[in-house]
């Protein structure tokens, strides 16, 4: 199996030392965003040829895929200038992807309130429009350079159901678009006892569009959803690797929002599920 974690989920170092500290933990994959794990200022024009190969051939002598590359801008900024900048940044990983050995740069859909993490206004259909409008040119830009936009949807954001997926798949008609599933991201303290009927109808209306699966678990204490260490929590992992997992050999297989002392755990965890999935 292809089972990495976020680099930034690790503290920030220098870039031997980030390749040791994964390898040493037996994972074969990262999601990589370049400036939540290095002192490097991410602002458009940074990228060059030079830096993006000096840091793949760091992890490529590890045997270590970079999966993802991180670009997590707000698509939908509501300063139409910093929503540009943030454009231009992503696109700028799109051109630079192939000389990470990368074919995915991910983001999530952004916030219409830029100082607000989580508001109901994100669900009406001016954000998701906008967010449309964004995607649609990064997706133009990714198909130049023939790399993958990956998108995560969230519950906080315009992309927070799986039929806004669907609908912003049939808008933007591209295999350019791709998905970053991440089941818990659907879900809250008000619907979580719903998550199976949820998470298969996600995968029912378009698990062909998953390219990478992102890996975390919650639990929901005094009315608020929480996040829990890998295999400890509620999160119907047996539905996910029989109806979406085992169709797709070798997905990279993310895990999110994991303190470093539990990597091995989650390691062991989704190793077990695999093993679990290929006996039934």
Request: aromatic residues 8%; contains cysteine.
């Amino acid at each position: 199996m292809n089972i990495g974690i976020r680099a930034h989920d690790l503290p920030k170092q220098s870039l031997e030392s980030l390749v040791n500290d994964i390898s040493q933990r037996d994972l074969n994959s990262v999601q990589l965003a370049i400036s939540k794990s290095f002192e490097i200022q991410a602002e458009a024009g940074f990228l060059t040829p030079g830096l993006a190969t000096h840091i793949c051939s760091a992890f490529r002598q590890a045997n270590i895929q970079i999966a993802v590359l991180g670009c997590y801008v707000n698509i939908i900024h509501p300063d139409i200038n910093e929503r540009r900048k943030g454009l231009e940044r992503f696109k700028e990983h799109l051109r630079y992807a192939r000389d990470f050995g990368c074919s995915i740069v991910g983001t999530e859909t952004g916030n219409i309130n830029a100082d607000i993490i989580y508001t109901e206004e994100n669900f009406s259909e001016a954000p998701f429009q906008a967010m449309v409008e964004s995607v649609k040119e990064l997706v133009t830009e990714a198909e130049n350079f023939g790399i993958i936009v990956g998108v995560e949807p969230g519950v906080n954001h315009p992309l927070h159901s799986p039929e806004k997926v669907r609908r912003l798949l049939e808008e933007i008609n591209s295999n350019n678009l791709q998905i970053i599933f991440d089941p818990v991201n659907f879900l809250t303290s008000e619907n979580y006892l719903d998550q199976n009927q949820i998470l298969q109808q996600a995968i029912d209306s378009w698990g062909d569009r998953v390219a990478v699966l992102h890996a975390k678990d919650f639990i929901v204490e005094d009315g608020n959803l929480s996040f829990v260490p890998l295999g400890t929590g509620w999160l119907n992992y047996e539905l996910i690797f029989e109806k979406l997992i085992s169709r797709k050999p070798y997905i990279n297989i993310i895990m999110d929002e994991i303190h470093q002392n539990d990597i091995k755990e989650g390691l062991d965890f989704i190793r077990g599920l695999d093993q679990s999935t290929r006996r039934h």
